[in-house]
């Protein structure tokens, strides 16, 4: 079956513009996750969505970084004026429930110049 | 706080030779051990897990034992080909307060294999 499908794959950006990523998960799977990767801090934890429980938010760097997810399915993390060390990959993950495995997606690469 | 720890690289192998990537991890509570893999170009992909103590993991030929006592998790093959240059990263998922299991993840090992 299809996997975890993330848009743009690329973006690039000017430094105080925002931008909106998205990602589809697997159909079914009712917990997903936000992920950065980045040069200097490795893979983090941003944010986490279980079914219609209020997400973890514990994880995300500041006030700019927002997110939301439609329906239990599709979700869109925002970053508000962004700022050059946004620039990170961001991945998104998703698994059948709490505990369970966690299926990447291919990544946004997010460039602020 | 939750932590991993995974040896620095770049490991260099030739073809055919052992390969051991060695990663300790330091948790609150029972966690879920797990190798990802990243290919050049392309996203995370789960190799193994173990889900408790002695657990064995396996796939593609490689393997990893949780071991509770050393807190470990390390990751073996017994004899890598080229296509397995790659970026390994050793992870937990651990419920803690929260119960949210996101995954922590180490810094990620990169693997070249020479022919």
């Known amino acids: 079956g299809a996997g975890v499908s993330q848009s743009p794959s690329n973006k690039v950006t000017e430094k105080g513009k925002d931008v909106e990523l998205r990602c589809d998960p697997i159909s079914g799977h009712t917990a997903l996750y936000w992920y950065r990767q980045s040069l200097g801090q490795g893979l983090e934890f941003l944010i986490y969505?279980?079914?219609?429980?209020?997400?973890?938010k514990s994880g995300l760097p500041s006030d700019r970084f927002s997110a939301e997810r439609t329906g239990g399915s599709v979700s869109t993390l925002t970053i508000q004026r962004t700022q050059q060390e946004d620039s990170a990959v961001y991945l998104c993950a998703s698994s059948f429930g709490v505990g369970e495995t966690q299926y990447f997606g291919p990544g946004t690469r997010l460039l602020v110049l | 706080g939750n932590s991993v720890t995974q040896m620095e690289g770049p490991v260099t192998l030739s073809e055919e030779a052992f390969l051991t990537i060695n990663c300790t991890y330091t948790a609150t509570g029972y966690p879920s051990l797990f190798w990802y893999v990243q290919y050049p170009g392309e996203g995370l992909q789960l190799l193994l897990k173990a889900t408790k103590a002695d657990d064995k993991g396996s796939n593609k030929g490689f393997e990893a034992t949780y071991r509770k006592e050393t807190t470990s998790f390390h990751l073996e093959k017994g004899s890598v080909q080229v296509s397995d240059s790659a970026v390994y990263f050793c992870a937990l998922s651990d419920p803690g307060d929260t119960g949210r299991r996101a995954l922590t993840f180490g810094s990620g090992t990169r693997l070249q294999v020479q022919p």
């Open positions: 969505f279980q079914g219609n429980s209020a997400p973890d």
